[in-house]
């Protein structure tokens, strides 16, 4: 696949990961939003509930207790003079007031409104800065906390006027769960969308490398189409030419004699060709029988190098589930490779080790020339080739052929120079033997 690609898939999937990730951030935040539009309401609507509730008692503490969404709503409420100490308190409330907290990153709202969260508490604290300066009172007045319903010797209205700083801890729990569940879904849509993003973009890269095996696949069916019916078509005037040409030698002598030599190798070379094309093209399971694969390839080793290749602790008998005809070509094909890269017939070997319960390692080594590693992935492909002669076509015929029989076939080249062609092969196994 094109590298250029990968790298605009690349591209296009971190772009659609960024916008999704930005959008879920503005939603997410628009969920945050309307949560404290939500809570400042509420604090507001409390606040005017408190107030009206002094129509009807004497203080504040009465009025909340007496209301059942106040009493539930509020934890605390105080009344801070000038000198931010207690002009009155109910419930859990400081007992001076830390005027810090309103400066610390914490925005002014409308009419001396501040809203402070307490994370700890899934509170709020409600602050209303009436702007108010205390008008001077006696000495024995500064400074003394206020209990619900006492006036300690001035009215509870007295108590309204004096006071700076209106202090009220209401719970939001609604408000704090939208936190809570915000803070832990914006990483984790952003993690989701970008392994989605990126998942994506691999099935895109594996349907089009699909799409393209698959027209890979059509174009090799109308090659191996085409192919065919060439092999078809050249071996009758292949025929021919071989005819004449043993006429020939007949009728023409001296140096006449050589020519028809090469052209008698030509045809032979074509014939070859032709035959490897019709042999890749053939289906290549054929008829999987029981095969003893140590004497097939001994046989093959002895009538192309003329002696027995086989390692003296190689298995002798090995049975494997192939058709011979097939698994004969996959042997030869090798061993013709390994005597025309250069390599001595006396450093060809081979030998077949079991490397599981019910599978085989068959290996045929030289010391040819090698393989470049650029082209060790190539080898494979059809009619691909660096020797001047080759055909390109035996080791594409050889995967053909073992991958349709469930085995697998890899070329490595040796430290010392030369290759190592491995094979492996299932071992033959009977019926009843695999139903037991």
């Known amino acids: 696949m094109k590298i250029q690609v990968k790298i605009s898939s690349f591209l296009a999937a971190l772009f659609s990961a960024l916008l999704l990730s930005a959008l879920a951030v503005f939603i997410i935040w628009s969920m945050r939003d309307r949560a404290r539009l939500i809570r400042d309401n509420e604090n507001e609507q409390l606040f005017n509930m408190l107030f009206t509730g002094l129509q009807d008692y004497d203080d504040f503490g009465s009025?909340?207790?007496?209301?059942?969404?106040?009493r539930e709503r509020i934890a605390g409420f105080a009344v801070y003079d000038n000198h931010l100490s207690l002009l009155y308190s109910w419930g859990k409330v400081p007992g001076t007031f830390d005027e810090n907290i309103l400066r610390e990153n914490i925005p002014r709202g409308r009419?001396?409104?501040?809203?402070?969260?307490?994370?700890?508490?899934?509170?709020?604290?409600?602050v209303l800065h009436t702007g108010r300066m205390e008008p001077p009172a006696p000495p024995d007045m500064h400074h003394r906390p206020q209990p619900p319903g006492m006036r300690q010797g001035f009215p509870f209205s007295n108590i309204q006027g004096r006071g700076r700083y209106y202090y009220v801890d209401i719970t939001h729990a609604p408000y704090w769960r939208t936190i809570t569940i915000t803070a832990a879904l914006l990483p984790?849509?952003?993690?989701?969308?970008l392994g989605a993003s990126f998942y994506i973009r691999h099935l895109y890269l594996r349907n089009r490398e699909y799409r393209e095996k698959i027209e890979a696949q059509k174009n090799l069916v109308v090659l191996g189409t085409a192919a065919g019916t060439l092999a078809h078509e050249i071996k009758n005037p292949l025929?021919?030419?071989?005819?004449?040409t043993g006429i020939l030698r007949k009728t023409i002598s001296g140096s006449g004699q050589d020519e028809i030599g090469i052209i008698e190798e030509e045809v032979s070379r074509l014939s070859e060709l032709t035959y490897r094309v019709n042999d890749y093209l053939r289906e290549p399971e054929g008829n999987p029988q029981r095969v003893n694969a140590s004497e097939l390839l001994a046989d093959t080793a002895r009538r192309l190098c003329g002696r027995d290749i086989m390692e003296k602790d190689s298995l002798q008998k090995t049975s494997v589930k192939f058709d011979p005809d097939r698994l004969r070509s996959v042997f030869e094909n090798i061993i013709r490779n390994a005597l025309e890269s250069e390599s001595p017939p006396d450093e060809i070997s081979a030998s077949i080790r079991r490397i599981s319960g019910q599978a085989f390692l068959i290996t045929v080594s030289d010391r040819g020339r090698g393989v470049n590693e650029e082209d060790r992935q190539r080898v494979f492909d059809p009619f691909f080739t660096r020797k001047s002669t080759g055909t390109g076509i035996g080791l594409s015929i050889s995967r053909r052929f073992i991958e349709a029989a469930g085995g697998k076939i890899e070329l490595e080249n040796r430290d010392s120079g030369g290759v190592t062609v491995s094979i492996t092969v299932n071992e033959y196994v009977e019926k009843e033997k695999a139903e037991t």
Do not use: M, W
């Open 188 to 193: 984790l849509c952003c993690i989701v969308i």
């Open 63 to 70: 009025a909340i207790e007496a209301n059942a969404t106040l």
């Open 239 to 244: 025929l021919s030419i071989r005819l004449q």
């Open 111 to 126: 009419f001396g409104r501040y809203t402070i969260p307490d994370k700890t508490k899934h509170s709020v604290k409600f």
